[in-house]
């Protein structure tokens, strides 16, 4: 109730952002067209360094962006995730059904039914806007001690549990690097793009007088 | 102004002898209280010996106990072995840099700090460039290198009224000499394609903590720092190399950095995500630092030794660009008057500053207030305040970034203590 009351308060703020927002884009339009084409007429000056093989780059390249275009080949169920999340020591830190303990909780508090998204607390798979940022948090990061040890498999397996353990996904999923991307996360459109960024440009126009 | 120097002359005057027994430290002794001191050498054997380790790498000395501290309510290193958030002792802070070796510190989620062999440390840049590369240190260190100061802060640096010393209000910054490549130098090297507006920066760390830059930011003065204070960036900065991005929140400027990625959207990394709002405001204020001050002498935990004459100390910074101004209040906020600006004012870069202050005795209220060169003015934390409540709702926390001014108590018995209620 308290944030909804918040939201309803303060469409002068919102407003407010939006104009800036649209007046830092038609600034912005013509600085970046300069600075591209400045940056595409150069070639290469120094020539240090070496060209990547195309085995170091796929290897190294392990930032998943939202449309999942560096995700392996590999699937996962629900059903494997459940095991694992036992079997590879989530439980340990995170709680058995992802309540959280030492480490943060993994499953959303009960906001009620019809509940807000952003009610259900910071809880990565459920607030994330997209299922990519799980997988890869999964898969860079965990489990602590050990990263970089599950395989693409058990890491499509997990994400599929958490995300069943937060209805985003039906029991009996299986998740790959096709479908991952095209989970409809409930935020997906529900946040606010940090806005363009020019030198020399204050943190917030009017901010905080 | 004139004011101020008539009084300090009348003042120095009265107590030339003793003045230069006043300056920096918390406890020395009131005015007119010191004894007699006879010129002599230190004892027989007072001295300290030469040793292999001294001749090779000095060290300071052991009268000197200033410490970092862990910061923000979990200890570093945590159960797991894991360092967090650890806080530079700022109240003993002089001049400008921060000694490489206490240098704030955060990582992400907890980190171990890795033990790269730089020889085998390599650099990519790829993604939306017709030239990958890969660096070595060695190759890097052939490149055109730039030395700047900058600071860096965390976005978690806030004070609260539980906070005592200046430490654990503002300790998650400090300020160095970082030498490097411009980003954009190895960035027009790899030939950025058109339509590429971020890049993903990320480092080698278990966590392999990224993070979404905006490509305008890379293009402008991001850094890939392999010295820091004239010598190679110290293991907990990043060694043998880390990204600056000077006026960016901490979490930006990526550690054992190895991979630069171009790309054409915000990745939303787990760093990323930490920014997640769905408030326009609140999102903008995620991103670059706001014009901040802090007066660290005399600050919380304290003590003055009477009244008299004190040289009132601090650190001015902004993430917009230099500082212009910092303006002194010593009655609460009430009136303010400048203060001086100690050496050249770099952008990005903690900025000295100085006042010339003769404390009557009775208790009162310091505060100090930046303004940067592109006209942002530091708020009062009533003002921040003000800007995140509502009708309904009274605010009782800073959102974004806190760069509200510190105000400190001097009570009428001399001790220094913070004022945030």
């Known amino acids: 109730m308290g944030a909804f009351t918040m939201r309803l308060a303060r469409p002068s703020i919102y407003k407010r952002g939006t104009v800036l927002k649209a007046l830092r884009t038609a600034l912005l339009v013509p600085i970046l067209v300069a600075g591209v084409v400045s940056v595409q007429a150069q070639s290469p000056t120094y020539g240090v360094g070496r060209t990547p093989t195309d085995n170091e780059i796929r290897l190294w390249d392990i930032a998943i962006g939202p449309k999942g275009e560096e995700l392996p080949v590999g699937n996962g169920s629900v059903d494997m995730g459940s095991e694992l999340y036992l079997s590879k020591g989530c439980a340990g830190c995170h709680g058995t059904l992802g309540n959280g303990g030492i480490a943060p909780r993994l499953i959303k508090r009960d906001a009620g039914p019809n509940a807000d998204p952003w009610d259900y607390g910071r809880v990565l798979p459920i607030r994330s806007p997209y299922a990519t940022t799980v997988w890869d948090f999964i898969n860079r990061a965990m489990p602590l001690g050990a990263e970089g040890t599950l395989t693409a498999d058990e890491v499509y397996s997990l994400t599929a549990y958490l995300f069943f353990l937060n209805d985003v996904v039906e029991d009996g999923t299986e998740l790959n690097e096709i479908t991952l991307p095209q989970i409809q996360m409930p935020n997906r459109t529900n946040w606010e793009q940090v806005p363009d960024w020019l030198p020399g440009q204050p943190r917030l126009e009017g901010y905080p007088y | 102004m004139s004011q101020k120097k008539t009084d300090r002359r009348e003042f120095l005057k009265r107590s030339a002898a003793v003045a230069g027994a006043v300056g920096l430290g918390a406890a020395k002794p009131a005015l007119g209280q010191d004894h007699e001191h006879t010129p002599v050498a230190p004892e027989p054997g007072a001295f300290i010996r030469g040793s292999d380790e001294m001749t090779a790498y000095g060290s300071r000395s052991r009268f000197v106990d200033s410490v970092r501290i862990p910061h923000g309510g979990r200890e570093s290193p945590d159960a797991f072995g894991l360092d967090f958030h650890i806080a530079t002792p700022l109240q003993d802070s002089v001049g400008e840099i921060t000694p490489s070796s206490l240098h704030y510190m955060g990582t992400t989620r907890g980190s171990f700090v890795p033990d790269i062999d730089p020889d085998e440390h390599r650099l990519m840049i790829h993604g939306m460039v017709d030239n990958p590369i890969v660096f070595s240190m060695e190759d890097l260190k052939r490149m055109p290198s730039v030395t700047r100061k900058h600071f860096i802060e965390c976005a978690g640096n806030r004070s609260r009224s539980s906070h005592t010393t200046v430490q654990e209000t503002h300790g998650m910054t400090s300020n160095a000499e970082w030498t490097g490549v411009l980003l954009s130098t190895v960035l027009k090297e790899a030939g950025v394609h058109a339509d590429a507006d971020w890049v993903v920066a990320e480092g080698v760390e278990e966590v392999k903590g990224a993070s979404s830059i905006p490509m305008a930011k890379a293009m402008d003065d991001c850094l890939l720092c392999y010295g820091m204070n004239g010598e190679p960036v110290r293991p907990q900065q990043g060694f043998p190399l880390r990204l600056l991005a000077p006026g960016f929140e901490g979490i930006f400027n990526v550690k054992w950095l190895r991979r630069i990625k171009v790309v054409d959207e915000y990745y939303m990394t787990y760093n990323d995500f930490g920014h997640l709002s769905r408030d326009p405001v609140n999102a903008a204020l995620g991103y670059q630092i706001g014009p901040k001050s802090v007066i660290t002498y005399p600050s ?106 510190q105000p400190w108590r001097v009570a009428s018995d001399g001790g220094v203590h913070n004022a945030i209620s």
């Open chain 2, 300 to 405: 919380g935990g304290q003590q003055l030794p009477g009244a008299g004459f004190y040289e009132i100390g601090g650190l001015a910074w902004s993430g917009g660009g230099r500082v212009s101004r910092v303006e002194i209040s010593t009655d609460g906020g009430r009136s303010w008057t400048d203060a001086d600006i100690r050496g050249t004012a770099e952008p990005m870069a903690h900025t000295r500053f100085s006042f010339e202050w003769d404390w009557d005795g009775s208790e009162c209220e310091l505060q100090s207030r930046c303004i940067d060169e592109i006209g942002q003015i530091q708020p009062s934390r009533q003002q921040a305040l003000d800007f995140w409540s509502t009708d309904g709702e009274r605010a009782t926390f800073v959102k974004g970034q806190d760069n509200s001014i």
